[in-house]
């Protein structure tokens, strides 16, 4: 079920957190979709679906109504969430929290996972960096919107993405992401234009120095993670982050 998977609980007047990366064990979908597919957006069985959310909620020791999703679209829109606000309809490619009640949840089946995180002013982000999100500045949206309520002393998890020697793509593109930050330029395994989306991101979140723990692994070539570059039509996996109260509040 957790491809990685770390709980801290919060010590003192500072938060704590539990962090994850879903893998596609444990789930009940069937077929492409095989097994832990948390993505309502693919045609995979809807029941399906809602039971493998069930079993990472509960395993997050919640219930399936407290986890947060959001409507992706590669862009840099922000929404902002506890457990009396939430629109799942909305389109956002960031999410942000104060509420240690609810965990949120991006979903990436090649696209990088980004998990945000304050412990002394309590706040929580995910975003979701594609290619053209990552170029058009989704880590320094989600970065502007943390520090606007507060936050400054930021650490993040970048989860597993497709590596450049599988993300080939043509020169232009390669070009307008080595424009957004130059760590992005890579060459594929055959030696063609690629992509190091998760270098860029990586890139983008030392600039501003935040407290990066990077994840290395490739989705197109492991097996265990679903990748849409390998397989076409298949589900998603999660990039998960959910606030644990400070020692003090207990």
């Known amino acids: 079920m957790f491809w990685w998977r770390e709980r801290e609980p919060g010590v003192g007047p500072r938060f704590g957190v539990d962090w994850a990366i879903t893998d596609r064990s444990g789930g009940t979908s069937t077929g492409s979709y095989a097994a832990l597919n948390l993505g309502a957006h693919v045609a995979d069985d809807p029941a399906a679906v809602a039971r493998n959310r069930s079993r990472v909620a509960h395993a997050l ?69 594609g290619r053209v999100g990552f170029t058009n500045g989704v880590v320094g949206a989600a970065l502007n919107a943390l520090r606007d309520r507060g936050a400054r002393d930021i650490e993040a998890v970048v989860g597993p993405s497709v590596c450049p020697r599988c993300y080939e793509v043509p020169a232009d593109l390669r070009e307008a992401a080595a424009a957004a930050s130059p760590a992005a330029y890579s060459v594929s395994a055959t030696g063609t234009p690629a992509i190091d989306v998760a270098a860029g991101v990586v890139d983008h979140l030392q600039a501003a120095g935040v407290t990066v723990t990077w994840l290395p692994g490739c989705t197109r070539e492991e097996e265990s993670l679903f990748s849409h570059r390998r397989d076409g039509v298949t589900g998603r996996f999660a990039g998960i982050i959910r606030l644990l109260p400070p020692e003090d509040a207990a």
């Open 61 to 129: 020791d919640l219930e399936p109504d407290d986890l947060r999703f959001m409507r992706q679209v590669h862009g840099c829109g922000v929404s902002v969430v506890d457990r009396e606000r939430h629109d799942p309809t909305l389109e956002a490619d960031v999410m942000i929290t104060d509420d240690p009640d609810v965990a949120l949840v991006v979903l990436v089946a090649d696209c990088t996972p980004v998990l945000l995180l304050d412990r002394t002013e309590g706040l929580a982000a995910v975003a979701h960096a």
